[in-house]
């Protein structure tokens, strides 16, 4: 295959990440931005602010539970880095929870002089005794995995350790584990992840362990799943072909894998004595078909064992509804429903004749997520689960602080059990839906959010966007925002483009490759409709967006600059010509398509941010652009931000850049750098769009 046509790169020496050269460069770039943000007296006032918020001891603390435990990791002024704790179900319920401290990553990160940053823990039930810890050093990606007795709330002495790499792990047993990491050469794929599973017994050399599964190079990566659940034991291996296909195989009695028959994007979802499917494409399947965004239902023993699932459907999308997600009691499956980006909550329940969906009672006009609070590794247990049809339900919105309610089971009374401060004076304020309709006719919804006053001239206005990899943006509290920018008199719209999942498979798979351009066209039809709504003007319109949204709002200023008073575009995609050589970039490439492939690179290098800025016609002007990033994250490379402030900067454009030594993909790694982050950004945009 042909490589894609080759440029002179004058800024290549700033991919390597850690080089001094191009640390030097970053220091001075971030001092500079630095010193023109934080003079802004507003930008003290924003980072105080921001800390507030996210330090605030009123958060809801999102619990997992673990067996007779919920275990939640709390962030406040006192511990930035986080406590790991738990506390009963009984506990919980009450205003002010006995909470018991599991681990104090502040006191760990100061004690071993390392800037630890939780990753999660995989417990090992249904005794739940024994956890596998993952820190991440600054934000990474990458991971320390260590054995902790949940009992003694310590780590295992010669227990199961595995230095830093982007390691996968799950339970085998007490004494054995299911293991991907970077065993050396040969044993990460193109993309970076594991390629190979090794089966690794407790006391024997991690280098010894046997490889039972292996992923091809060219594929994302190899995983592993434990189902612990009583008389329902299985493992699976999966390859993650691509970011949206992959191959199950399941692990028989005698040790030996069988692939199993099912279309490439379905995934599958084991329920105890049932499989949950769900679809990204119409499936045909012996004289029967479902559209993709379904969720089926079926046997186990009859697909895994006699190749018969007969399947039968839970949910089918409709033109204006798609699944956002589902969980499981023991015995019912509950959905989020999506209908025009508002949700509701249904269940489907087996009544002996058939399976029966039925909405259940939920706050209306906001944001839903439900989490079953089942254990079904205790179902053997003499009384069972009596949590087993038990829930959690936590509802917000733009203007509505989150709220935490339990229900004893599906469609029982949904108690209130804690709710979110509020942040901001919300009166006068409104949320309003509106759709606007972009360059090939399609309508695409959008939400503006206006302070007290805000029809009678045109307002600041931040309009935020994604529109990829099939994620969707719901309406959501954020004190951040409530105080940084509507009461300030901003604007704030949230955009649902093409590209996302909002409505399901079809509208992700309307913005992907060839047609990644959609999401584009949708956020500028949004941005015009706000100009000729009279909301804003170009001069006083902002845009933000990160990662793949970094991408749109850099390819977006690109085509449009006429359109827009600021930018800011966080730890972005920019080098569309190599981001696929960049640390994880090899695993989007069913997103955009790949470089060195010739067709796709006609259409890629069309909106390429990097690439158009250098043919840009001279005298063109840009909108004033904030590029962020971190020097840690290791999944969107650094370079592409960096490459992109320092051509913008030789060509002449208004360009602040700033980076973060630590923070990962997310920027910042515990809340005093968030804040610092956050007020440096909302500064910027106040100070190009007025206010």
Not at 505 to 511: G, V, Y
Request: hydrophobic fraction near 40%; charge should be negative; proline fraction near 7%.
């Amino acid at each position: 295959m042909t490589a894609a046509p080759c440029e002179d790169d004058p800024f290549l020496w700033l991919e390597d990440v850690d080089g001094e050269r191009a640390l030097q460069w970053v220091r001075a770039r971030s001092d500079e931005a630095v010193a023109a943000l934080e003079s802004d007296p507003r930008c003290a006032a924003l980072r105080e602010a921001y800390r507030e918020v996210l330090e605030s001891s009123g958060q809801i603390p999102q619990v997992v539970r673990r067996g007779p435990w919920l275990y939640n990791l709390w962030r406040d002024a006192g511990h930035t880095r986080g406590l790991w704790r738990r506390t009963s179900l009984s506990s919980y319920l009450t205003p002010e929870p006995d909470w018991e401290s599991v681990l104090d990553l502040d006191a760990l990160a100061r004690d071993e002089g390392e800037n630890w940053v939780w990753g999660g823990a995989a417990a090992l039930g249904p005794a739940y005794r024994r956890a596998l810890v993952m820190l991440s050093r600054g934000g990474a990606d990458a991971i320390v995995v260590r054995e902790f007795d949940l009992v003694q709330r310590r780590f295992v002495d010669g227990g199961f350790h595995v230095p830093e790499a982007k390691t996968q792990v799950a339970w085998a047993d007490d004494d054995t584990v299911y293991i991907g990491s970077d065993f050396g050469p040969g044993t990460l794929t193109d993309s970076g992840y594991p390629r190979c599973i090794r089966r690794w017994r407790r006391g024997e050399p991690l280098a010894e362990a046997p490889t039972v599964f292996e992923a091809e190079p060219g594929d994302v990566s190899a995983t592993v799943q434990v189902d612990r659940t009583p008389g329902h034991e299985r493992t699976w291996f999966t390859r993650e072909v691509d970011f949206y296909r992959n191959r199950l195989y399941r692990l028989d009695a005698g040790g030996r894998l069988r692939e199993i028959d099912k279309p490439l994007d379905a995934t599958l979802h084991p329920w105890r004595e049932r499989l949950l499917v769900r679809l990204r494409s119409d499936w045909d399947h012996r004289g029967r078909r479902w559209t993709a965004g379904s969720l089926l239902v079926a046997d186990a023993d009859g697909w895994l064992h006699r190749d018969d699932p007969r399947p039968e459907v839970l949910f089918t999308p409709t033109p204006g509804s798609a699944l956002e997600s589902f969980d499981t009691t023991r015995s019912s499956v509950l959905l989020v429903v999506m209908e025009h980006v508002v949700a509701r909550l249904e269940r489907c329940v087996h009544d002996g004749a058939g399976w029966r969906r039925e909405p259940l009672p939920a706050p209306a006009h906001g944001t839903l997520s439900v989490t079953a609070l089942h254990d079904p590794l205790l179902d053997d247990g003499p009384d069972g689960d009596d949590l087993a049809e038990a829930l959690l339900l936590q509802h917000g919105g733009f203007l509505t602080p989150e709220t935490l309610y339990l229900a004893a089971s599906p469609g029982q009374e949904l108690v209130p059990l804690k709710a979110r401060p509020t942040f901001f004076d919300a009166g006068g304020m409104s949320v309003e839906q509106r759709f606007a309709r972009s360059a090939d006719g399609t309508a695409v919804p959008y939400f503006v959010v206006r302070p007290p006053g805000a029809d009678d001239e045109p307002r600041p206005t931040l309009l935020y966007g994604y529109g990829g990899f099939e994620v969707s943006l719901a309406p959501f509290y954020s004190g951040e925002i409530g105080r940084g920018w509507l009461s300030r008199g901003g604007v704030f719209v949230l955009a649902n483009l093409r590209g996302g999942g909002e409505y399901g498979p079809a509208w992700h798979q309307a913005a992907v490759r060839e047609h990644k351009h959609r999401s584009h066209d949708d956020l500028i039809a949004v941005a015009e409709a706000l100009v000729a709504d009279g909301v804003t003007t170009p001069a006083r319109l902002g845009i933000q967006g990160g990662s793949n949204g970094g991408l749109l709002v850099g390819a977006v200023m690109l085509q449009r600059p006429d359109l827009f008073g600021a930018v800011v575009c966080q730890v972005p995609l920019l080098d569309m010509r190599r981001y696929h050589r960049l640390l994880a970039g090899a695993s989007w490439m069913a997103e955009y398509g790949d470089p060195d492939d010739p067709s796709d690179w006609s259409f890629i290098g069309r909106y390429s941010p990097y690439q158009r800025l250098a043919a840009l016609r001279p005298g063109t002007r840009l909108p004033p652009v904030l590029l962020v990033t971190s020097t840690r994250d290791d999944r969107v490379h650094p370079g592409h931000a960096r490459k992109m402030a320092a051509r913008m900067r030789s060509l002449g454009h208004d360009v602040t850049y700033w980076e973060n030594v630590e923070g990962g993909h997310g920027g910042a790694a515990d809340h005093a750098q968030r804040a610092r982050m956050k007020s440096l950004e909302t500064t910027f945009l106040w100070q190009r769009l007025g206010g």
